[in-house]
């Protein structure tokens, strides 16, 4: 009982102070600075409130399950890109070395590649589900980012690499 009304008090307080802003009914900036001085100060009765630190502990259970979870799906994740990592190389490796391959081969090796793409799209669907993230812009050399993963992948024989692609010797 005594947590609803604490919370009313301070809704109430959030109203007048919105009001007052909304519509300039305050007389004097000092009388403005006051009552957000009062709302603060509610909020902090709040939060140190029983009510307000029951609903800090939810919120931060919370969290930590939806962290166990993202890093559990992360792990899985990696784990499983790894594997569908090799079962597509080695479905292209096949589709290379095939000089004529039968239809049915080549649809068998169609079908497995959509497959892995889909399944590597699911896992990516499910990472970024449980992870709300913020992004952050950052300056990168996109030559750089080719040739770091260029470097992580093997490529056949007869597909030669240009090292320096777009930059003047």
Do not use: C
Not at 18 to 40: A, C, F, H, P, W
Not at 52 to 59: L, T
Not at 100 to 121: C, F, G, H, S, Y
């Amino acid at each position: 009982m005594e947590e609803k009304e604490a919370d009313n008090r301070i809704k109430e307080k959030v109203k007048i102070a919105r009001k007052m802003i909304k519509t300039d009914s305050y007389k004097t900036e000092q009388q403005l600075i006051n009552e957000l001085v009062k709302l603060g100060r509610g909020i902090v009765e709040w939060e140190t409130s029983e009510a307000g630190n029951k609903e800090i502990r939810d919120q931060l259970g919370r969290l930590e399950k939806r962290a166990t979870i993202e890093q559990l799906a992360r792990g899985i994740g990696h784990e499983l890109r790894n594997s569908l990592g090799a079962i597509k190389n080695a479905a292209y490796f096949l589709n290379m070395a095939l000089e004529e391959p039968q239809p049915e081969v080549k649809e068998a090796l169609n079908i497995l590649d959509k497959n892995v793409t889909r399944a590597e799209e699911v896992i990516r669907g499910l990472i970024v589900f449980n992870h709300a993230r913020l992004l952050t812009l950052l300056k990168a050399d996109i030559n750089d980012i080719g040739q770091n993963a260029l470097s992580r992948t093997s490529m056949p024989k007869n597909i030669e690499r240009d090292r320096n692609p777009g930059r003047d010797t």
